[in-house]
């Protein structure tokens, strides 16, 4: 027997890496940042980030959101901060305007990983995070993977058709094993796609479970 679990995406994992972060290194005592909290991590940091290109010439606190939601989005989109860099290395830069796209991108790269490793330091993730480490999780440690697909054998999820990548590959990994999953999604009520929601998780899941049934 086992307690129904009714929880928002960032609810369910942040119980799950409380429960079995361990499994990846996370200290299972993390803090969980506000946006205020890595607003302030960011300013009290700033001059720990190599910026040439992105260096704010006035108040810093317009470009610090703008930085936190790139990284965020990053992490919805499950793009580590390696496979970031690797991108941004292998980009041309034969030109003069290729070359500043590079050193933009490069620029971002490098501080998405002093920000994440600062924050492991600090034993500190933010709203992103939980899904990202969540998916990280169970996509690395296989005997995890099968203990919370044994433990979640029905799955429901409402508004799917918000969610962003990493919570839609989250679902789909948990629901591989015994295929008892529901989701609820109206394209016509989207209101997250400025958030990273995607009405291709849709699509996703459909080419999942090609045997899915709508109603």
Not at 19 to 38: A, C, M, N, W
């Amino acid at each position: 027997y086992e307690e129904i679990w009714i929880k928002t995406f960032h609810g369910f994992c942040d119980a799950v890496l409380r429960e079995s972060g361990h499994e990846i290194g996370l200290d299972p005592g993390y803090r969980i940042f506000t946006k205020v909290d890595q607003w302030l991590f960011l300013k009290k940091n700033l001059f720990r980030f190599e910026l040439d290109y992105y260096r704010p010439l006035g108040n810093p606190s317009r470009f610090l959101f703008s930085l936190i939601q790139i990284f965020g989005k990053l992490k919805d989109e499950y793009i580590s901060p390696e496979e970031f860099i690797a991108y941004a290395e292998q980009l041309p830069d034969n030109d003069a305007l290729l070359l500043e796209e590079k050193k933009k991108n490069l620029e971002l790269a490098y501080a998405y990983a002093q920000y994440q490793k600062l924050l492991l330091q600090e034993n500190a993730l933010d709203f992103s995070d939980l899904t990202f480490y969540a998916l990280k999780l169970l996509e690395t440690r296989p005997t995890v993977l099968d203990f919370y697909q044994e433990r979640f054998r029905h799955i429901l999820v409402d508004e799917f058709q918000d969610t962003n990548y990493t919570q839609t590959k989250l679902i789909l990994l948990l629901g591989k094993k015994y295929r008892n999953i529901a989701v609820v999604g109206d394209d016509d009520q989207s209101i997250y796609r400025w958030r990273g929601a995607s009405l291709s998780n849709i699509l996703h899941f459909q080419k999942a479970f090609p045997d899915f049934r709508r109603i």
